[in-house]
């Protein structure tokens, strides 16, 4: 049995490490010439991994975190459509674009509240623009149940997309109240329905614990109603919270907020549900089914971690299209403008709307290694990277390895010559264990303003 009391105290800000150095480092110093130079000489046999941002919402859940527009204008939605392709007209310029897809995520935002004939136009566009894609491509799409209908489904599965996330949250009428997103159960039901009628093979729930008036109770059923729905992978998403960065959060009454202790309990009950309900945990918030590719891959040390979660998936240069995508090449984060303004001044001077962004040194490189392998693969193997960096992993790590003793007597991670290895419980953890590594964070220790609590 756990004693989950000792772990409340590492309830502090830390970065989700989707990318190392993180988002808050990237900076103009990094500018568009250096970016089109890096884009043009990326390795041509490396494949394409592209993430297409779609960023649009009817109506605001006050909880979101994501880079998302609000409307019920129509014409908004068209005029996007065009500067995106546009914007892939100017990539097609800078970027061998015949090289292989091996994957394709629409994120949003909400990606369904293009309806069927508009996503059908810009799939075309994105298969003409990128004519590779591997057989196995993982096609994704992220998508709200309250915006889904059968002609959209029968159209993505027609063009490859072979798996769904649906959000979902909270199952209870309070919570939802609370959170302006009133979604049935039937709703989600019927979304889950349709994807499976149409043959997708791998449908994810997304669930967000530490919500207003979230109780262990109300959050059991919660996860009763989700089993019913036989996902085959689960995020359960700690709440983040930074009201200063998200202005509808304001509207959330914090003294509604469950405590860290219910937070730990729940996050308890719902591992330990979860297991016993024939699912494993995978990282601090995903369970998948244990016949999932993610489970054959972490036993091979092959999982990676991207801005979207857990995947099998890596080796391959992330380009991000649309407004605030993040790409991801060999060396270098570069991420485009977040003001839809900015978006299309950059697109109408024919240039592509890459706002900022990293280059990494070589100790960026070292580090980002470290945490993405504890993050994805929750061991790291220290005679490889030694050999690979030609460092000693000791004298290199000293004072992290030092500060890793505190999680180490609380048995949440191992260390000896060969090794770091997270414990199970650890990798509930793992980004607390990570950060002694990240050397951006001292320079953050003192603003609690600037991420969202581990715990
Ligand atoms: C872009 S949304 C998913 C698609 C669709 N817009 C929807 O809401 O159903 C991505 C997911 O991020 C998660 N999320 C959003 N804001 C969050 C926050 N502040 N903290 C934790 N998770 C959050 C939610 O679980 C949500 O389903
Ligand atoms: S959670 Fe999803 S539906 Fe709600 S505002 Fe955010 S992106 Fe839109």
Redesign the pocket.
């Known amino acids: 049995m756990l004693d989950f009391e000792k772990y409340i105290k590492y309830s502090k800000p830390g970065p989700r490490y989707t990318s190392y150095p993180t988002a808050i480092e990237f900076s103009d110093s990094y500018d568009y010439e250096t970016y089109i130079n890096n884009l043009e000489n990326q390795d041509d046999t490396r494949p394409l991994s592209l993430y297409f941002h779609l960023p649009f ?1 009817r109506s605001a ?1 006050y ?4 880079n998302v527009v609000f409307t019920s204008k129509e014409d908004k939605k068209e005029r996007y459509i065009d500067y995106l392709f546009t914007e892939m007209d100017i990539l097609k310029k800078h970027l061998n674009t015949n090289r292989e897809v091996m994957q394709l995520h629409f ?4 990606p369904t509240f293009f309806n069927a004939e508009q996503l059908g136009r810009i799939i075309a566009k994105i298969k003409d623009t990128f004519p590779n894609f591997r057989e196995d491509a993982e096609v994704s799409c ?4 309250r915006f889904l209908d059968e002609d959209q489904m029968k159209l993505m599965v027609a063009n490859g997309f072979n798996r769904v ?3 979902q ?1 909270d199952f209870d009428e309070k919570v939802q109240t609370a959170v302006h997103r009133i979604q049935p159960y039937d709703i989600t039901k019927d979304a889950v329905d349709l994807a499976r009628k149409y043959g997708i093979d791998s449908i994810n729930v ?3 614990y530490g919500l207003p008036f979230q109780t262990f109770e109300t959050f059991k059923k919660t996860l009763e109603m989700t089993l019913t729905l036989d996902p085959d992978r689960l ?1 359960v ?5 930074v009201p200063w960065l998200k202005k509808t959060m304001r509207k959330i009454d914090e003294t509604t907020l469950p405590t860290p202790d219910v937070k730990l309990n729940i996050l308890k009950y719902t591992i330990d549900f979860f297991e016993g309900n024939g699912y494993k945990m995978i990282g601090m918030d995903h369970f998948a089914k244990p016949d999932d590719e993610l489970f054959l891959a972490i036993d091979k040390g092959e999982l990676h971690r991207n801005f979207q979660g857990y995947t099998t998936k890596g080796g391959a240069d992330l380009i991000g299209i649309g407004i605030t995508s993040i790409g991801e090449g060999v060396g270098y984060y570069a991420q485009n403008y977040k003001e839809m303004n900015d978006y299309e001044a950059a697109i109408d001077a024919g240039k592509l709307p890459f706002e900022r962004g990293i280059v990494l040194t070589q100790d960026d490189k070292i580090r980002q290694d470290v945490i993405m392998e504890l993050m994805s693969n929750f061991k790291l193997d220290i005679k490889r990277f030694e050999s690979l960096y030609d460092l000693s992993f000791k004298e290199y790590f000293s004072d992290e390895i030092k500060a890793l003793k505190e999680f180490e007597e609380a048995e949440l991670v191992s260390v000896n010559d060969e090794s770091i290895e997270v414990s199970h419980t650890g990798t509930m953890l793992v980004r607390n264990i990570v950060m002694p590594f990240d050397a951006y964070m001292k320079a953050h220790a003192s603003s609690a303003k600037t991420f969202s609590k581990t715990v």
């Open positions: 919402c859940c909880f979101c975190g994501c994120g949003g935002g909400t992220e998508i709200d149940p996330s649906f959000g949250q997304d669930l967000i995020a998403f700690n709440y983040a919270h």
